[in-house]
DNA sequence: CGACAGATTGACGAAAGTCAATTACGGTGG
DNA sequence: CCACCGTAATTGACTTTCGTCAATCTGTCG
């Protein structure tokens, strides 16, 4: 049967750049995929490397340092794609922040079939071009910003992704639960959990953020956030 | 007349894609600035945002905050390919470090071509994928390293690249010329300048490098380099 | 209700940043 | 070819921020 027609971020992944017939076909070669929270994706499929589009949840991209130091690279919301297609394996871990699921594709069944198919290929240059800004402005986050900058700047970021339960995304919002733990808001950030908690607490002595519960926060002084966020 | 035909990156730039007839097409369309050391590269051609294949030098992208912090967020070298294509305007500013010759296309005819010759899109794409690897490497290292695994990791990466004159990559090579100053250095890793000399110096007296002007780099102890730099 | 992981708080230390003074390189002109 | 100048780099003294280690607290879930 076909997953496609029911899939859920089939207008907003990069399947969408497809006609019916054509999704379809690229369905037939796809696996559905269910993650915990918690879990690793593991690249290596039954015969080969994988790529794969997230379908619903939160996932992380991470990599680390031998004595465990941990960077995490990427956040991954549904629609997203994931994977390294043509010719080399990812140098991260993906891991699932919440329950997820994903619809994978052998590396080498995807790549024949983008080569084929440039509407694709179009919508994947898009984003990996998108996804490339993104990753470099976070650059400028982590070499050149203070602890409190960099928290300002999550915390403004984050209430423009995680408006809905789906993530699409409809402007910011002021209350929002992260799908973060404390240690994983720190990766993200370059940052010690110590850090993180003291600057929060200033954040809340401020009066710029309440903290109602461990993954609750609520933008109570936008401008105020802003302001130490620093423009760029 | 034709620059492409005797253009010196035309088997390793995104055109290498193309029938020669495809090329002197594309050619047609293309400009050809000459910038000196320290000009930047004004996004805003005559008529149109520009895009750009570096042919000839050494140029950084760079970020800065209003307070005049700025974060190199990227390296590029002859044949690599410059700008954002579809779309948005490129939130980074071109510098170069050497003298360069690029060749521009305004964004809208280069979008329209590119469009229309997939085997070009997905040179760009797999140039993209390839950034956006080493970019989110870059990132665990300005999240998670200190001064001296930067610095050892920064010099290391260099000595591949900086093999050659036309930067061709012929495998590493123990001596060459750095085309940043020590402030550029700073504001690739995140760091001050005075760190930038501090741990550099450390490096000199443990006898891993020699410094012999200030440009020059000579890696006498590549093994212990490459055990401050840690394995990832 | 209790236990445990996750988060906070505190005291302390270390790494990197800041500010200022000094030195050295590299280019220019005599 | 050498002396001079200006910029870049180095060095030093000191401060600040963040990290480390350890103790305590709290929310969540069985």
Redo the contacts between chains.
């Keep these: 049967m076909d997953h496609c027609s029911t899939c859920v971020v089939r207008n907003r992944a990069i399947c969408s750049a497809l006609e019916m017939d054509e999704i379809s076909l690229l369905g037939k070669m796809g696996r559905h995929h269910k993650l915990v929270a918690g879990q690793t994706l593991i690249w290596e499929g039954e015969d080969s490397l994988l790529v794969a589009n997230v379908i619903d949840g939160i996932l992380k991209?991470s990599?680390?340092?031998?004595?465990g130091?941990?960077?995490i690279?990427?956040v991954v919301y549904p629609s997203d794609f994931i994977g390294?297609?043509?010719?080399?394996r990812t140098?991260?871990n993906v891991t699932a922040l919440t329950d997820a699921h994903v619809c994978t594709f052998s590396s080498s069944d995807f790549d024949r079939f983008a080569?084929s198919h440039?509407e694709l290929?179009?919508k994947?240059?898009?984003r990996?071009?998108?996804?490339?800004?993104r990753?470099?402005?976070?650059?400028?986050l982590?070499?050149?910003?203070t602890a409190s900058e960099k928290l300002a700047h999550f915390l403004l970021d984050m209430s423009q992704r995680l408006v809905r339960p789906d993530c699409a995304n409809d402007g910011p919002v002021d209350g929002f639960d992260l799908p973060f733990g404390r240690q994983q808001i720190a990766d993200i950030?370059?940052l010690t959990i110590e850090t993180v908690s003291r600057r929060l607490n200033d954040f809340k002595v401020q009066g710029l953020i309440a903290v109602p519960s461990r993954r609750r926060i609520e933008i109570l002084d936008r401008d105020g956030l802003e302001g130490i966020a620093?423009?760029?």
């Excluded at 990599?63 to 004595?67: A, E, I, P, V």
């Excluded at 990996?128 to 800004?133: I, K, M, P, S, V």
């Excluded at 982590?142 to 910003?145: D, E, N, S």
């Design positions: 991209l990599t680390s340092l031998s004595d130091r941990e960077q690279v990427g390294r297609p043509f010719g080399t140098q991260h080569q440039p290929e179009h994947l240059l898009e990996t071009l998108a996804e490339l800004d990753t470099r402005r976070w650059l400028l982590l070499g050149r910003m950030l370059g620093e423009a760029a």
